[in-house]
């Protein structure tokens, strides 16, 4: 292989849209693989940009990092994602996309009634909230349907928690 062929972090990261901190997240979680120079700088091959398009359609649909680990595992020799591959795995999807999509109909046919928040800081909505009462379910959105629910990787550089003040 020639250098040439090869891409910089920065490169990557700008043709990617991904901050270099989520590239080297991926790395570190065997997503994506790199070569490194003689100065320990990380080069990866042009098909990492295909791999990486792959990751973030997958995440895009509620997919956590593991579950597309487990999917690019299922490719030979950890090649790049084709149209045939994406075609096969998301076809397991498709029963969680249209449970979202159900969600996000339901949510936006009851917008005109309600802000669709889910009363997860509102202490006095007298629709869904008296009383703030949905503050003893826990953490998060209450109200939002489950299929719109998306839980944070602990490490998930795209899905950080909030940070307490």
């Known amino acids: 292989?020639?250098?040439t062929d090869l891409l910089t972090m920065g490169e990557v990261a700008r043709r990617s849209g991904l901050a270099p901190s989520a590239l080297r997240y991926y790395e570190r979680e065997g997503l994506i693989v790199a070569t490194r120079t003689a100065g320990n700088q990380r080069r990866y091959q042009r098909s990492v940009l295909r791999r990486i398009a792959f990751i973030r359609a997958a995440r895009s649909i509620g997919l956590h990092l593991d579950e597309v680990?487990?999917?690019?595992?299922?490719l030979p020799g950890g090649r790049t994602p084709n149209l045939d591959?994406?075609?096969r795995l998301s076809q397991s999807w498709r029963g969680r996309l249209n449970e979202q999509i159900?969600?996000?109909?339901?949510?936006?046919?009851?917008?005109?009634?309600?802000?669709?928040?889910g009363c997860l800081s509102l202490k006095t909505c007298a629709l869904s909230?008296?009383?703030?009462?949905?503050?003893?379910?826990?953490p998060g959105a209450a109200f939002l349907p489950e299929a719109?629910?998306?839980?944070?990787?602990?490490?998930?550089?795209?899905?950080?928690p909030p940070r307490r003040e």
């Open 102 to 117: 159900d969600a996000l109909v339901a949510l936006r046919d009851g917008l005109e009634s309600c802000i669709g928040c």
């Open 148 to 160: 719109l629910h998306r839980e944070p990787h602990a490490d998930d550089p795209e899905h950080q």
């Open 129 to 138: 909230n008296p009383g703030d009462a949905a503050a003893s379910y826990g």
């Open 69 to 74: 680990a487990q999917a690019l595992d299922q």
């Open 1 to 3: 292989m020639r250098t």
């Open 85 to 87: 591959d994406w075609a």
